[in-house]
């Protein structure tokens, strides 16, 4: 079966390189999968998950932060913000990013806080509790 090479990079390190029979990743107006002989494109995509599927049947998925994505000649390159293997998630620590996010946006009102970015936090937190409750017994 011919597969596609797969490189996920985020700012501190090569997450992730080998081949696969297709990746799926939270595009910005919905999810979208690469298989092989996909045209080529460059796309930004959202917080939610990495779904790498392999010639074996098995998967392997990763709560991701958004980023970008470059599709050409059958290789995949992706530059996430973020990205943690499932297994990896600390749900407890996620948890508590949950809820001091949400504390900072009940103080939005009180205190100068940027809500944007307390919205980003929450979301993050939000999709790697999700992910890690969905995912974590398939892993």
Do not use: C, W
Not at 14 to 28: E, I, M, N, Q, R
Not at 87 to 93: F, G, L, P, S
């Amino acid at each position: 079966m011919a597969e596609l090479g797969i490189e996920i990079i985020t700012p501190a390190k090569v997450a992730f390189k080998g081949s696969a029979k297709s990746v799926t990743v939270p595009g910005t107006v919905g999810s979208f999968q690469v298989l092989y002989n996909h045209a080529p494109i460059i796309s930004t995509f959202e917080i939610g998950s990495i779904k790498i599927s392999f010639a074996d049947n098995k998967n392997s998925y990763f709560a991701t932060g958004g980023g970008t994505i470059e599709v050409l000649n059958n290789n995949v390159r992706i530059l996430a913000d973020s990205l943690e293997a499932i297994a990896e998630i600390d749900v407890d620590r996620a948890n508590n990013a949950k809820e001091r996010a949400i504390n900072r946006l009940r103080r939005a009102g009180e205190e100068k806080i940027d809500r944007q970015r307390a919205e980003l936090a929450l979301a993050r937190a939000d999709n790697r509790i999700k992910l890690f409750n969905k995912y974590f017994n398939a892993v």
